[in-house]
């Protein structure tokens, strides 16, 4: 196993990476709890597939805290879903909301994935995941934080590595590389569930107003979320100046 010296010291991201690179994702897991320990967690959205990251990372570390930021606009399905897995992986699960509720933010903004402008999306996206998130990592002392990005998914996460630097934090991605039939291989070994949507033809899911099935005539997955004008929620996008230019084209 490559070693480092302490979580608390600046790390060689090239030289970390270029280790990782021929490492399990459940290897990746255990790399990273040893390096960060405590200060190690994970975020969920509770989407299609995420039971894959849930039970993999449990697995290696069962007690991982583990963040879900949870809207107040997600479908029933989803609640019902995430109930499900919390209890069947006995899930040491933090949930986090906006500290602004949704009457409020309505109020005062409207509805704002009514107009499905990237400004208003964006907005909503700053309020109602960003902000609850960035509270999340404050404070549970996180440095380190487990997701389960995968490369084929968006432009921008095509250019991520195993470990990334993201804010003041550690970005760590198990299953960066992995493909749709090796999620599809790893729930099916593990007789795992898609999320309930699955099933009516969803790819991808987060908020009811965001989302839709798949259709013949998308590019992309991800065009079924946001309406299709663009591709991140903003919780997985770097917040420096010139990169939270990708908030035209990103956010969850």
Request: proline share 4%.
């Amino acid at each position: 196993m490559y070693q480092l010296s302490t979580a608390k010291e600046t790390l060689d991201l090239a030289s970390v990476n270029s280790h990782l690179v021929d490492y399990s994702a459940e290897a990746i897991v255990d790399w990273a709890n040893q390096e960060f320990g405590e200060h190690l967690v994970m975020s969920t959205s509770f989407g299609i597939q995420s039971a894959v990251m849930l039970h993999l990372v449990t697995q290696v570390v069962p007690d991982v805290p583990i963040i879900w930021i949870d809207t107040g606009y997600l479908p029933k399905e989803t609640y019902t879903f995430a109930e499900e897995l919390t209890n069947r992986l006995n899930l040491n699960l933090k949930v986090y909301q906006s500290e602004m509720s949704p009457a409020r933010m309505e109020a005062l903004y409207g509805k704002l994935w009514q107009d499905k402008s990237v400004e208003s999306l964006n907005l909503y996206d700053r309020i109602r995941k960003v902000e609850p998130m960035q509270r999340a990592l404050k404070e549970l002392k996180a440095e380190a934080w487990l997701a389960g990005l995968r490369q084929n998914q968006t432009k921008f996460r095509q250019q991520l590595e195993y470990v990334n630097k993201q804010g003041e934090h550690y970005k760590i991605l198990p299953i960066l590389k992995w493909s749709s039939r090796d999620i599809y291989e790893y729930l099916t070994n593990h007789d795992l569930p898609y999320h309930p949507y699955f099933d009516k033809g969803y790819v991808s899911v987060g908020d009811w107003h965001s989302s839709r099935p798949l259709s013949a005539t998308d590019g992309d997955e991800r065009d079924t979320r946001f309406h299709g004008v663009k591709q991140e929620c903003g919780l997985h996008l770097p917040l420096s100046n010139d990169e939270a230019q990708s908030l035209d084209s990103s956010q969850l």
